[in-house]
């Protein structure tokens, strides 16, 4: 079923405030738990990644109310993030379908800023984000499967 989160960024203290936010709502993360920057897969297209940021959090997942979901990752200068109040929430839309994923993309991405294009990601989801002509920043995570 589709689903509707918000996406938030932080400069270095998303497991803090997710650790805080758990405690508020009486929830756990959702599995695999907090996801680490050391472990996403380098290419060779890629920066190194400065030691200190290994261990901050590249995505995390928490069930707040009435099925709704808190995301959040730390959005660490080294990989060109700026963190400034506004830029830090996203809407992240997580349709059933990659066909209902890409209709959605190009909609609200035209007039816009494509931030990521769609494409499959190392996690085996597909994946995109983008600034719509008003400003507000979008998230697309499918986990539709082709059949390549």
Known sequence: MSTVSIYLNFEHSTEEAFNFYGEVFGSKFV????????????????????????????????????????MGSDAPE??????TPGNNVYIMLQPDTREE????????????????????????????????RFGVQWMFNCSEKTND
């Open 31 to 70: 599995e695999p738990g907090i996801m680490r920057f050391k472990d996403v897969p380098m290419s060779d297209d890629m920066p190194p990644l400065p030691e200190e940021d290994k261990n901050l959090v590249m995505h995390v997942s928490l069930p707040i109310l009435g099925g709704h979901m808190l």
């Open 101 to 132: 994923t890409r209709a959605l993309f190009k909609v609200l991405s035209e007039g816009g800023t494509i931030e990521q294009d769609l494409q499959d990601m190392f996690w085996g989801d597909y994946y995109g984000s983008c600034r719509d």
């Open 78 to 83: 080294s990989m060109g993030f700026k963190v």
